[in-house]
């Protein structure tokens, strides 16, 4: 080597950090899809004179794109590979933050989301297993991580650029803007390597030590991980008919189910997409209430940074009970002081810091670790359906959750609406007792085990 150039690992150290900016874009993507509408919404059903049902609709067709983008996503990333699947998910993203920046009616704006929704599906079933194998095992976990940090960090610059388009109330550059990660990330994906794995799916073994090789320190290294994944591609996905078969991933299914109808019953959406409006319950008008959502997304993002550091050291378990009642109480006295009309600017003051509390609450716990556990919990041949059938749950509950709130407001009450939030999250301390295992430190083979051999569900864990 010439004593000019960088070292080796420098230059695989570089292509590591571009391909984390990659990745760390395509989370932003989402969390700007899921942040921008909370800003918006006021605006759009104003111009569009669009009815509460209408507005639920505009909110949810995003979740119902995703869920179809979810499945899609599982069958381009086999067949036509993930790189592909994320250039095609960079391009429809653009495509519907533009169609949603240039809607004239109240049905071309659902569509638009519709097809923002079905983007978002694609990325975050793609970005995450994309980077699972091509990250160096060192880097693995802190990949993922970053990929749901990036998320909130979206979530956040959504809440932001909507509070500073609020002043002139241009809701069609709230959508637009998005439009301009989603164009870098397309270019910068057009220089992705294939996924190894994939290229080995594909029994284009070759190329795959090729991209191998300029990803890992030696070509030793390299050479030894081409055998691993060709001995795990032996292990056949038979989720279908294990479903049919074995009674044990019937429970681990279930499992992941109720996990992330937890998730979203918990609740945290109706305060990513209405946060506005239950900061005008709460008696704040004009740009304040877009200021407060900003203030709920930095505190959003910041206590995730919380859960990634705790989860290997207190545990699954542990947070997630502290999350529950943390937002068992944010939902129950925000509610109270709705209910009893918010009289002065310390009740005011108040709703702010309750809601604060409860999104730090549920950043810190169920935001990410639901994820992770839904990835811990099912056995190797059954994984692939496993977490696609729970990430469908995700955005299925996410809808009905989105597509309800405003009705309920009108049916149960401003204050009956957050105590049924806050009794859901009640009823999860007692359904984490009784169902989630506790799975810190535990190896995937250990779990699958316990799993298969019919080990009641909250101790397949240690
Ligand atoms: C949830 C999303 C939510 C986000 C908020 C994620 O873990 O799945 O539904 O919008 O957290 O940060």
């Known amino acids: 080597m010439n004593a000019l150039s960088p070292p080796v690992s420098d230059s695989i150290h570089l292509r590591s950090i571009v391909i984390g900016c990659l990745a760390a874009l395509a989370g932003l993507m989402s969390g700007l899809d899921i942040g921008v509408i909370s800003g918006a919404l006021d605006f759009v059903a104003r111009d569009f004179h669009a009815s509460t049902l209408a507005q639920e609709w505009i909110v949810s067709a995003m979740m119902a794109g995703a869920a179809v983008g979810a499945l899609l996503a599982g069958w381009m990333s086999h067949h036509l590979g993930r790189k592909r699947s994320l250039v095609i998910g960079a391009a429809i993203f653009m495509a519907g933050s533009l169609g949603c920046a240039f809607a004239w009616s109240t049905p071309s704006i659902i569509a638009g989301r519709v097809v923002m929704g079905l983007a978002i599906g694609i990325a975050a079933f793609t ?20 990929y749901q940090l990036m998320i909130t960090v979206g979530i956040f610059m959504a809440f932001v650029s909507d509070t500073l388009f609020s002043y002139s109330g241009n809701w069609r550059w709230m959508f637009g803007v998005a439009a301009i990660p989603a164009g870098l990330f397309l270019i910068g994906v057009l220089f992705l390597p294939y996924s190894p794995r994939w290229l080995m799916m594909k029994g284009r073994r070759q190329e795959a030590l090729e991209v191998l090789r300029t990803l890992r320190a030696s070509p030793q290294d390299a050479s030894r991980e081409i055998r691993d994944i060709s ?81 290997d050291r207190w545990g699954r378990k542990p947070i997630l009970y502290t999350g529950f009642v943390v937002m068992t109480f944010g939902m129950g006295a925000l509610g109270l002081i709705i209910d009893r009309g918010v009289a002065s600017q310390t009740t005011q003051i108040l709703s702010v810091f309750l809601l604060l509390v409860y999104i730090t609450g549920f950043a810190m716990s169920a935001g990410p670790l639901i994820w992770v556990l839904c990835s811990e919990v099912q056995p190797l041949t059954g994984r692939d359906l496993g977490i696609a059938i729970s990430t469908l749950t995700n955005w299925l509950s996410n809808m009905a959750v989105g597509a309800t709130f405003l009705t309920l407001l009108q049916t149960l009450g401003n204050g009956p609406t957050f105590w049924l939030f806050a009794g859901f999250n009640a009823l999860f301390i007692v359904l984490t007792w009784l169902f989630v295992p506790e799975t810190k430190g535990m190896s995937l083979e250990a779990i699958e085990h316990r799993l298969m051999a019919g080990v009641r569900l909250r101790d397949i864990g240690r």
């Open 127 to 146: 970005a995450p297993l994309y980077l699972s194998e091509i990250a160096n095992e060192r880097v693995r976990g802190a990949m993922i991580s970053t």
């Open 231 to 311: 001995a795990q591609l032996q292990q056949k996905q038979h989720g279908f008919a294990l479903l049919r078969r074995s009674r044990n991933f019937r429970r681990s299914i279930l499992l992941g189910i109720l996990l992330q109808i937890m998730q979203q019953l918990a609740g945290i959406n109706v305060v990513m997409y209405y946060a506005p409006k239950i900061f005008a319950l709460a008696g704040y008008v004009g740009p304040a209430q877009l200021w407060c959502t900003a203030i709920v997304g930095l505190v959003n993002m910041l206590a995730t940074f919380v859960a990634v550091g705790l989860v």
